[in-house]
């Protein structure tokens, strides 16, 4: 497939419609990951928005995702969440991948606060375990599949964006504290996107683990990164679906089915952190 390139004029038309159908401004924007999109729910006086209705959006075809923007107040912050996401491996460019952020940038949202449903590397990780994203692994962007790649607007970010800190230590260290208070296991870690859609071979997973990666999944990296050329602060979560195979016949096979069951044992977890969170962000 062709790479799709989008012009800041295509944005705002993007970010028009999206204008046209809340009375909100939102300052946090969310993404939820695979058998996580329960968490929109909680969003209080909602505006929901179908991505079928907003111009150049791709529709997501995955299994929980349900494809929305959800628009409201929650823990008395305006926010925009994404209920479901698209991915690289459903053939769409990383350009329409990363589209939303785009939007939220052009919104105005200066936290993102990204979460995904992720493979355990880590031994001492088990399903419905949660995991504070330190850093990221690029495993695709270092082949090329950059979101950033083509022509590069300056008035939505730098050629060369700095990713030295590319999840906020500040939004870090606060997670940290919300999950001690509130007696919340938090693993800390790596995550490293590959693009899917199979699942990891134990060679895979344990070339995986000798680099560093605690954490796998096919997502993330990519959105993470236009925000961060957007100049967007950014908090990363996963919840631990499944656990590492490293080697053949150990445990049985990964399927997308137990990664959504896993979702139901993180969702309480992960929705009481992301409130603990949005209750303590310091005012603008």
């Known amino acids: ?8 004029q295509q944005i705002k038309e993007s970010v028009a419609s999206v204008r046209s159908r809340t009375r909100y401004q939102p300052r946090v924007g969310l993404i939820l990951g695979s058998g996580l999109g329960a ?74 606060i990204v979460t995904n449903a992720a493979g355990g590397l880590a031994p001492d990780m088990r399903p419905g375990d949660l995991m504070l994203i330190t850093d990221h692994l690029n495993l695709i962007g270092m082949a090329g599949l950059s979101p950033l790649r083509g022509p590069n607007d300056p008035s939505l970010g730098p050629r060369f964006p700095d990713m030295s800190e590319a999840y906020d230590a500040t939004l870090c260290q606060l997670t940290l504290r919300v999950a001690a208070e509130q007696n919340i296991g938090l693993h800390q870690g790596v995550y490293v996107c ?14 995986l683990r000798k680099i ?11 959105e993470v990164t236009v925000a961060r050329h957007g100049g967007i602060r950014v908090l990363g979560l996963s919840g631990i679906s499944n656990v590492a195979v490293i080697e053949p016949g ?23 952190l992301i409130r603990g ?3 303590v962000l310091p005012s603008r």
């Not at 497939?1 to 800041?8: K, V």
Request: aromatic residues 8%; negative net charge.
């Open 1 to 8: 497939m062709s790479d799709t390139f989008f012009t800041r």
């Open 39 to 112: 968490l929109a729910e909680s969003v209080e006086r909602a505006d929901a928005i179908p991505y079928s209705d907003i111009p150049h959006f791709a529709p997501s075809t995955v299994e929980g995702h349900t494809g929305r923007f959800v628009i409201g107040v929650l823990e008395g912050q305006p926010v925009i969440v994404m209920q479901g996401r698209s991915h690289y491996y459903e053939g769409y460019s990383m350009q329409q991948v990363t589209l939303p952020v785009r939007v939220m940038q052009l919104l105005g949202v200066e936290i993102l």
């Open 194 to 207: 590959l693009a899917g859609p199979s699942f990891e071979t134990p060679a895979d997973l344990r070339f």
């Open 212 to 222: 560093g990666a605690d954490a796998v999944g096919m997502s993330t990296v990519p």
């Open 250 to 272: 150990s445990i049985p096979p990964t399927t997308h089915e137990e990664v959504l069951q896993a979702g139901q044992v993180i969702v309480p977890k992960l929705t009481a």
């Open 277 to 279: 969170v949005l209750k």
